[in-house]
């Protein structure tokens, strides 16, 4: 099982990235996606899901109206744009995949790819 998570890098405020999480060895379908954040001294926080069934998706308060994500079941991929960049969303980006949801525990984890917002 991988979950390669890509497209991290230096951006100046009010910038954009687009993230990617490329899957293999599971069946990537029947899985939520999830993209996890977590800033130097603070606690990992959920940022985004896309759910497996209907493609629902969710976001935090803090990226509502400037992330979107997306997924691409026939590339076993999931994204993540994010727009109108702000230092305060600088943290290592982390994707994971829940069998049963985007709330429940998640059931493998990929690395991470660093986002540093800064001018």
């Known amino acids: 099982v991988q979950l390669q998570a890509s497209g991290g890098g230096l951006v100046q405020p009010g910038g954009s990235l687009r993230l990617s999480c490329a899957a293999s060895?599971?069946?990537?379908?029947?899985?939520?996606i999830a993209w996890f954040r977590q800033a130097p001294g603070k606690e990992r926080d959920r940022v985004s899901c896309?759910?497996?069934?209907?493609?629902?998706?969710y976001y935090a308060d803090s990226v509502k109206g400037r992330f979107t994500i997306a997924r691409d079941n026939a590339k076993n991929t999931v994204y993540l744009q994010m727009n109108s960049l702000k230092p305060e969303d600088t943290a290592l980006y982390y994707c994971?995949?829940?069998?049963?949801?985007?709330?429940?525990?998640?059931?493998?984890w990929g690395k991470g790819t660093l986002v540093t917002v800064s001018s």
């Open positions: 060895g599971f069946a990537f379908y029947y899985y939520s």
């Open positions: 994971a995949a829940g069998r049963w949801g985007c709330f429940d525990g998640m059931n493998y």
């Open positions: 896309i759910s497996s069934s209907d493609g629902t998706t």
